[in-house]
């Protein structure tokens, strides 16, 4: 397996606890000297730089003179807020923290390969279906929240007849779900990536340079995708029944 050198280091200071916490869990890693992956090892790099933008943010907070850093962070949560909002409505900001930690991991994932030595983490299938799969959880629990059982409600149909029927295909689609947008991310940041590199080693100066800012554009776009229908999945979940 090519190490990157985030990587390389991560297995140089921990590979033996995590190969052990693996085999204890059942895992066998086919490399036990060398455990975590690559993109394992860039998504421990984008934790550990949100942690560290989320305490320089919190630093810099001023009334009087906001800094680069907190009109950057304003930015971002007046994006997050006006989707959120016209999606999910007036209740959306009980959602805010969730929607712009997620719009902040998945944009932050999808950036990092345009950096020399990293990887684009959401150009592996699993990344983008654990970012799907805890939006899945998170939604259903907020709507369990929002409406107590009568969330079953919103699995049923409007005909009582039909019940039935329409709780298997309501499941069905949910569970869907998971897959859409696991694909739809993983796919575009993949092919953005080999794109990259194909016009990377065919042409090293000049022109690659177009791509870089395509995979931006990718990257900045599938975010606001993800974000987007993560929203309107809070939005269905959340809403009262009344509503529909």
């Known amino acids: 397996m090519h190490q990157l050198p985030f990587t390389a280091l991560l297995n140089r200071l921990f590979a033996g606890p995590v190969a052990a916490l693996l085999t204890m869990l059942g ?23 949100l942690i560290l933008f989320f305490i320089a943010v919190r630093a810099s907070l001023s009334v009087e003179k906001p800094g680069v850093l907190q009109h950057m962070m304003e ?14 409505g007036h209740h959306n ?15 932050s994932c999808n950036l990092l390969g345009l950096i020399p030595f990293f990887e684009t ?10 970012c799907a799969a805890v ?27 039909m019940a039935p029927l329409m709780f298997v295909i309501e499941i069905c689609s949910h569970l869907a779900r998971i897959m859409s947008l696991t694909v739809r991310l993983y796919a ?20 690659p340079v177009v791509f870089l800012g395509l995979h931006l ?10 974000i987007l229908l993560a929203s309107v999945y809070l939005g269905e979940a959340t809403a009262h029944e009344h509503e529909h």
């Open 75 to 88: 930015g971002v949560y007046n994006a997050v807020d006006s989707l959120s909002e016209e999606i999910i």
């Open 121 to 130: 983490p959401t150009g592996i299938p699993c990344v983008p279906l654990g």
């Open 188 to 207: 575009n940041m993949f092919a953005g990536d080999m794109v990259t590199m194909v016009f990377f080693s065919l042409l090293p100066v000049g022109v």
């Open 135 to 161: 939006t899945w959880f998170y939604y259903h629990i907020q709507g369990l929240r929002a409406n107590g059982a009568g969330y079953i409600k919103h699995f049923m149909g409007p005909v009582w007849w």
């Open 27 to 49: 895992v066998h890693p086919s490399h036990p000297s060398t455990p975590i992956p690559n993109h394992v090892a860039m998504q421990v790099m984008v934790f550990l730089v």
């Open 217 to 226: 554009g990718v990257a900045l776009i599938q975010t606001y995708i993800f």
């Open 93 to 107: 900001k009980r959602y805010l923290a969730y929607l712009i930690a997620l719009a902040l991991f998945v944009l």
